[in-house]
């Protein structure tokens, strides 16, 4: 699950920062961390997917993990059925479950707490994330800066949705942060177009000290002399 993750939001990542970027530097230091990443720990890697299938020999662990969170899907779905509306209650899953355990897909834990109704918003609200960074994307005239940031987000929401599928992260407050972070920066670019752009007077021309002395207690009866 954490291999997944990483390899799509870092796909993401290499996409805004390295290739759209024009940074080749960060595209071939990128390139050599993964093989490097592979070669040392690619063996683990390659035993953890045989262990799904059962025919592993060196981590009979992983079979049994995948097992039991077929099981919570299962559970978690039969109680989605029993309870579609209001859920089972914040925080209820580990005891409906029978083996205490939190169902491993963040999308089911709030569905089976929360409800169906509470799901739809919160899938509304992710989407309304991945809707203003959208509007950000296709903006012109964002400096460098920006256009980092707005890449960075995009990354990690994107790899929170993938990671969501396989760990229960409904409470966490990363998702509501990234979430809130676009909004306010969407709200701070909108400001900034409709500030209205005035032309700073240039310096005054000073006075004659003449002219000055003229209009002394009395303005305009002595014509100003230059």
């Not at 559970?75 to 059925?81: K, M, P, Q």
């Not at 909108?190 to 021309?205: A, C, D, L």
């Amino acid at each position: 699950a954490g291999f997944v993750t990483l390899a799509i939001s870092g796909s993401v990542t290499m996409w805004h920062f390295g290739i759209k970027g024009k940074r080749p530097k960060l595209i071939a230091g990128i390139a050599l961390a993964g093989v490097l990443l592979m070669a040392v720990a690619g063996g683990k890697l390659y035993d953890r997917f045989a262990a799904l299938g059962g025919n592993s020999t060196t981590d009979e662990n992983a079979y049994e993990s995948y097992k039991d969170r077929m099981y919570l899907m299962d559970r978690a779905v039969d109680g989605i059925e029993r309870y579609p509306i209001f859920g089972i209650g914040d925080n209820n899953f580990m005891t409906y479950s029978l083996i205490w355990h939190e169902v491993h897909m963040t999308y089911l834990q709030i569905a089976v707490e929360g409800g169906i109704p509470c799901l739809i918003i919160y899938l509304m609200f992710i989407r309304a994330g991945f809707k203003n960074l959208k509007i950000m994307r296709r903006a012109t005239h964002l400096d460098e800066h920006t256009v980092l940031f707005v890449g960075a987000l995009h990354s990690s929401l994107i790899g929170f949705v993938v990671g969501a599928c396989f760990a229960p992260e409904a409470y966490q407050f990363f998702p509501y942060f990234a979430i809130a972070f676009t909004s306010t920066l969407l709200q701070t670019l909108k400001e900034r177009e409709t500030v209205p752009t005035t032309s700073v007077p240039g310096p005054k021309k000073p006075r004659h000290f003449l002219e000055v002395y003229a209009d002394y207690r009395n303005p305009g009866a002595v014509t100003p002399v230059r």
